[in-house]
């Protein structure tokens, strides 16, 4: 039984701090996963306006916040422009790829793209991603073998823009299934890899679900016959959340559960994978819409 290890790093103190402590980690459990990266400039606290919007309001509160992610998170990039991570942190990011670990882009400026994807022009996506697929490649000598949309923000647009970069696979949506994208009846190159289970932040204090039970609840979801894909976070299973994370692996390993790199579950290219299409959904425990997998069937 496999679960492929998706790791999302947002921020500046996620890349600095959470970064290091998962490689340590994943190597003290002989565990390989797939960094995705931001690497431009943290803006991250410009996020604060959402709280005016009671169900961000609520997830902040229900996930401690704060006390998770620490205020200079939460205040990155408001009085001042935030640090360029890849300049400042290149050290850490290459260390991931050094170690062996599957290395893709998450954004150039994450905040930016979670915050006016709906606005941007086809033009402006196709700069973010050219800036962030660069500053990569500087970084750790090739350029990323694949790409995940911050905060699960893409739609068919965006689909379009990453064909002209040389992407194995994506994994922008929820989902159930690897697919390839179709887009005004035109198949696209790129298979997608959606995410098929709940990030801490979308059921943790719901549902009752805490911190005692949280490893055994997803534990619960992983099944032998089906597409298993975790995304985990640098600043959550990476530092507040670290020794959770590893009793977590430990499970896993007693269970016969093979941690692998996202990409060792696409396969060989698009040509096995049924055509699906990318659609926006709400999804409990999250603000606002995010992709998903068209034939997903709804929940309840």
């Known amino acids: 039984m496999k679960l492929g290890l998706r790791i999302d790093v947002d921020t500046f103190r996620g890349t600095r701090r959470g970064v290091p402590a998962l490689c340590e980690s994943l190597s003290r459990f002989g565990v390989k996963g797939t960094f995705f990266f931001s690497v431009g400039p943290d803006n991250m606290g410009r996020h604060l306006w959402r709280l005016l919007k009671p169900a961000f309001l609520l997830k902040m509160l229900r996930s401690n916040a704060v006390g998770l992610y620490g205020w200079d998170i939460l205040l990155r990039g408001t009085i001042f422009p935030g640090p360029v991570i890849g300049r400042v942190l290149a050290e850490q990011i290459r260390r991931a790829a050094d170690e062996g670990h599957e290395i893709g882009l998450h954004a150039w400026d994450h905040h930016a793209w979670q915050a006016r994807i709906d606005s941007m022009t086809p033009e402006a996506m196709y700069r973010h991603l050219k800036q962030g697929v660069e500053e990569l490649t500087r970084i750790c000598g090739k350029a990323p073998t694949c790409s995940a949309a911050p905060g699960w923000?893409?739609?068919?647009?965006?689909?379009?823009?990453?064909?002209?970069?040389?992407?194995?696979?994506?994994?922008?949506?929820?989902?159930?299934?690897?697919?390839?994208?179709?887009?005004?009846?035109?198949?696209?190159?790129?298979?997608?890899?959606?995410?098929?289970?709940?990030?801490?932040?979308?059921?943790?204090?719901?549902?009752?679900?805490t911190h005692a039970n949280f490893n055994e609840h997803l534990l619960s979801l992983i099944h032998p016959d089906k597409l298993n894909v975790l995304t985990i976070h640098a600043e959550v299973e990476g530092i507040a959340c670290r020794e959770m994370f590893e009793n977590f692996l430990q499970l896993a390993a007693e269970r016969g559960i093979q941690i692998v790199p996202t990409g060792d579950l696409v396969g060989n290219g698009e040509d096995h994978c049924p055509s699906d299409r990318v659609t926006p959904r709400t999804l409990p425990g999250r603000e606002g819409w995010i992709a998903f997998q068209e034939s997903l069937p709804l929940a309840g």
């Open 153 to 209: 923000k893409a739609n068919e647009a965006m689909l379009m823009q990453k064909e002209k970069f040389p992407f194995r696979y994506n994994s922008d949506c929820r989902g159930c299934s690897v697919f390839v994208p179709e887009v005004d009846g035109q198949r696209l190159m790129q298979p997608q890899l959606p995410v098929t289970l709940p990030t801490y932040d979308e059921i943790i204090g719901r549902n009752g679900i």
